[in-house]
């Protein structure tokens, strides 16, 4: 199966996760602050098991989180894409998005998750989308709002933590 990205928007390009992202992904996802609403920032060898991970659901269902640069500069910016997520027994397929500390803020999360809902709608006929986001997470919830999805129900995670679920139908 081939998984291939969104489209490039006005100010960033999406691009598979492979072991060359490691350093740029293991500074991000090891950072206290993009990882404040997480059970804790992950080790050098978590975000290897991430970029795995991806590198996975590329084969296994056509899309993952992809990893954003700067169209401008090639700068690593985050990552954002569709990852298959059980909440309350169901699979469902969620909108994701980690930003480096200093790329936040700008506008990129909501212009990096709208095409990528764009693109589950478009391309993948994904006909409904969620983000699952801690409750205490605005700055995510902002940025699900802005694309069309809307809080629907609190509940607990995998893991056993308060979540807000946030859906739309894209059909």
Not at 98 to 108: E, I, V
Not at 131 to 150: C, F, K, M, Y
């Amino acid at each position: 199966m081939t998984a291939d990205p969104p489209p490039a928007t006005e100010r960033l390009t999406f691009a598979e996760m492979t072991v060359d992202d490691l350093d740029d992904m293991a500074a991000m996802l090891g950072d206290p602050l993009v990882m404040r609403y997480y059970p804790r920032p992950k080790t050098r060898s978590e975000a290897l098991d991430w970029i795995r991970w991806n590198e996975g659901l590329y084969r296994g269902h056509g899309f993952g989180l992809w990893v954003l640069r700067s169209r401008a500069t090639g700068e690593f910016v985050g990552d954002c894409g569709l990852t298959p997520q059980s909440v309350d027994g169901v699979t469902e397929v969620e909108v994701g998005y980690h930003l480096r500390t200093g790329m936040q803020g700008r506008g990129f999360a909501t212009e990096a998750a709208a095409a990528c809902r764009d693109h589950a709608r478009d391309r993948l006929a994904v006909d409904r989308l969620i983000a699952i986001i801690h409750p205490d997470n605005t700055p995510s919830q902002r940025v699900a709002e802005r694309i069309g999805l809307s809080f629907e129900r609190a509940t607990t995670s995998g893991s056993g933590d308060p979540v807000h679920v946030y859906a739309a139908r894209l059909a």
